[in-house]
């Protein structure tokens, strides 16, 4: 493959083998039935094999199409082990492979990017990519001067592809929806969209990469690769070793579950704090765990800014909801515009869906595990599917300076989930989150991060 479909005619015809293939191996499950095997045999096959088309053509797909399956991948610790069983280890793929693009197309791209004597930066240049994923495929080489470097390069056609995708992305929606139950995939499409035509763009990528690297330089947790250049659709950052995230949580011992889940709970909160930017793709392809303990961050290119006021907001809001009144937690929702002003809602009911969102803060230690995942989920669930005209779903909205924080913090519980790992969270919140500590008022809490840094 030289680069992504990019025709939407081409890509529309790939997306509609999904349910084309789903219904057919349907059918092949209930023929092989007379023959005697068992339903749940036969559901499972069928299962299986639809999770792996799945991967196929998203990942033949690449840009949005295949992102929006990255994210499914982290949201199975909600779903019933029935449903989710079948897709793990298809989806999870996702994070971390795709058919790669010839080296005469790579080479091409590096041109664009880096000059025609491009060749001449690098000590070695491996052609076979190290790991391919949504919008790009990363290289491993050596720079001229000695240094082991990620090189990445972006699939030619990524924003053309990004376009068509989500034009035909309803087809998409209506397959995945009933497959993985408990999930609202149209709203996560429509952020993913405005957030996939950030990620196209490098030279933002390479900023918000160089920020997190001079907020984390040093740290004894964290090691942010600095970035080494950048032009076009090439980004080259020095490279990073160590057991991605993803082997720990397919058989990590409990111990170091524990720690890469603190590590990772830590690095979201911190990041707002020490240089006003979220990670807001935190899937486990994007992270290492290093021979010394510390927590590898890739993939800056969803980065988003969160200011001290917001900061603030959200540690105010975390604290009511762990230990405001139903009262206080209705008058917060208004105040940030998750209701309207004339919303009139049951207190209770909202106090209810809060707390038990904010529970993970609400004792010295917490466990995340699939099953408190899924509960949430079904608890989620049954609130969205809700449609009496009093109901809470009607009344509730995420406002817009909030969706950033919400996937990268609802994305991170479900890889935390999938590590289920247990931890001081609380800590982390009374240490990074401004507004969160009693007593932290708004003048205080804008400064409060940093100095606990």
């Excluded at 999870?92 to 930066?121: F, I, K, S, Y």
């Excluded at 006003?276 to 927590?295: K, Q, S, T």
């Excluded at 999938?418 to 990074?432: C, I, P, S, T």
Aim: hydrophobic share 45%; net charge negative; glycine share 10%.
């Amino acid at each position: 493959m030289s680069e992504i479909p990019r025709r939407a005619v081409t890509r529309s015809a790939k997306l509609a083998t999904l349910p084309l293939g789903f219904a057919g191996r349907t059918a092949l499950g209930l023929g092989k039935r007379t023959f005697g095997r068992p339903a749940e045999t036969v559901a499972l096959e069928v299962q299986r094999r639809t999770a792996d088309q799945l991967f196929r053509v998203l990942g033949e797909l690449k840009g949005g199409a295949m992102k929006v399956g990255q994210l499914l991948s982290i949201f199975e610790a909600g779903l019933p082990e029935e449903m989710a069983g079948p897709f793990r280890a298809s989806l999870t793929r996702l994070q971390e492979a795709a058919p790669p693009m010839p080296a005469a197309t790579t080479h091409r791209v590096m041109a664009e990017g880096l000059g025609e004597d491009w060749q001449e930066l690098f000590a070695e240049f491996d052609d076979a990519p190290a790991a391919a994923a949504s919008i790009g495929q990363v290289h491993r080489a050596v720079w001229h001067d000695g240094r082991e470097v990620a090189v990445k390069v972006q699939y030619p056609g990524a924003g053309k592809a990004l376009m068509s995708d989500f034009n035909q992305i309803s087809r998409l929606s209506r397959l995945i929806t009933p497959l993985f139950p408990g999930i609202e995939v149209k709203p996560v499409v429509a952020d993913l969209k405005r957030r996939l035509e950030k990620e196209l763009d490098y030279d933002d990528e390479a900023r918000a990469q160089a920020a997190f690297h001079r907020a984390y330089d040093g740290d004894p947790d964290f090691v942010v690769p600095a970035v080494v250049a950048q032009s076009g659709n090439v980004l080259v950052t020095e490279w990073l070793d160590g057991t991605p995230l993803s082997k720990i949580i397919a058989g990590g011992p409990q111990d170091l579950r524990d720690r890469a889940g603190l590590l990772l709970f830590r690095f979201l909160l911190s990041g707002p704090a020490r240089c006003e930017l979220i990670h807001i793709d935190p899937h486990p392809g994007n992270f290492r765990v290093l021979d010394d303990g510390r927590l590898g961050v890739m993939d800056f290119g969803g980065a988003a800014r969160v200011p001290a006021e917001l900061q603030w907001s959200i540690g105010r809001l975390l604290r009511i909801g762990t230990l405001g009144t139903p009262e206080e937690m209705v008058e917060a929702a208004r105040d940030e515009g998750f209701l309207a002003p004339d919303a009139q809602v049951d207190p209770e009911q909202l106090a209810a869906l809060v707390s038990a969102h904010a529970f993970p803060f609400a004792q010295e230690r917490f466990r995340y595990t699939r099953e408190w995942m899924r509960q949430e989920t079904a608890r989620g669930m049954g609130i969205a599917t809700d449609l009496r005209p009093d109901a809470l779903a009607r009344h509730l909205r995420m406002p817009p300076q909030y969706m950033a924080v919400s996937r990268a913090l609802s994305s991170g519980g479900g890889v935390l989930c999938q590590l289920e790992a247990e931890g001081a969270f609380r800590a982390e919140a009374e240490r990074w989150l401004p507004g969160f500590a009693t007593g932290d008022d708004l003048d205080d809490g804008l400064t409060g991060g940093e100095a606990t840094a």
